[in-house]
């Protein structure tokens, strides 16, 4: 059953087959979809993307997600390479540089901080608005960002990130309203599970705590290959009428207090 066939879109922040938008990409393929494939120009020499391209048969659009003139030119590129307006885009994007020099919460560098905003959330309010100005999507068309749920609570490891996710829930809520009035175009987050790539994995304490939440969630944590499952839904008309929504794809975690197998001498 392929539920995206004759969808077009766009799939950004694939670095290698560790991240979860090339597993995206992937099963939106072997769902019918055609689409392109964006990252930043540093990601592209630094990871893998040419193989996805390949697999995928899609063309690769070089973009820094945090300029207007990038996102216009990804979009005009896309909308002539797959020959029509799109129906679907993955923002999967984020970075923090105080995280990456190991800046802790309460010594943040506030010129690193405005750049973990400007790259995690901010490149999301970016690429929906102009989309919205471009009028490049079709109808019933779907943004989906990928999020975490340091946005609601205190992972202190998680740093300046968590208030990244915070603003990108809220971008979703505030232009999924106005998007919705436009073209009905829905606009969601995934708080998924944490998953190990090669950008999570350089968060301080992640195995430890990569472990603890498998313990903690009833159906353990959710891999990535099942978050790819669920972009494709909601890029699908089977989702037609979630919009606005952050969304926990992590096992049940989210919703639990205590758990008596995690507790310290069980």
């Known amino acids: ?89 993955l923002h999967s994007i984020g970075m923090s540089p105080n995280v990456r020099k190991g800046k802790v919460y309460t010594d943040l560098n506030y010129d690193f901080y405005l750049k973990t905003l400007d790259i995690s959330a901010v490149s999301f309010h970016k690429m929906i608005q102009t989309a919205y100005q471009m009028d490049c999507i079709n109808e019933w068309g779907s943004f989906t960002a990928l999020s975490y749920i340091a946005a609601q609570r205190v992972f202190p490891d998680y740093g300046d990130m968590a208030d990244a996710k915070a603003l990108l829930e809220s971008i979703a809520r505030s232009f999924g309203y106005h998007f919705g009035k436009f073209k009905k175009v829905r606009v969601n987050t995934i708080s998924q599970s944490p998953t190990i790539t090669t950008a999570g994995s350089g968060v301080k304490g992640f195995d430890v705590f990569h472990e603890f939440a498998a313990k903690m969630s009833p159906l353990g944590n959710a891999p990535a290959e099942a978050c790819a499952d669920f972009c494709i839904f909601l890029f699908s008309d089977l989702s037609r009428f979630i919009t606005m929504q952050n969304l926990y794809h992590d096992g049940g975690f989210s919703n639990v207090g205590v758990d008596p197998s995690v507790l310290v001498g069980n």
């Open 1 to 89: 059953m392929k539920l995206l066939e004759g969808k077009k879109g766009i799939i950004t922040g694939a670095l290698d087959e560790k991240s979860i938008a090339w597993k995206v990409a992937l099963k939106a393929r072997e769902h019918g979809a055609s689409f392109t494939l964006s990252n930043a120009p540093v990601a592209l020499r630094m990871g893998t993307i040419q193989e996805l391209g390949r697999l995928c048969d899609a063309q690769i659009i070089s973009a820094d997600a945090t300029s207007l003139d990038d996102i216009k030119n990804l979009y005009n590129k896309s909308i002539e390479i797959l020959g029509g307006k799109l129906d679907f885009v």
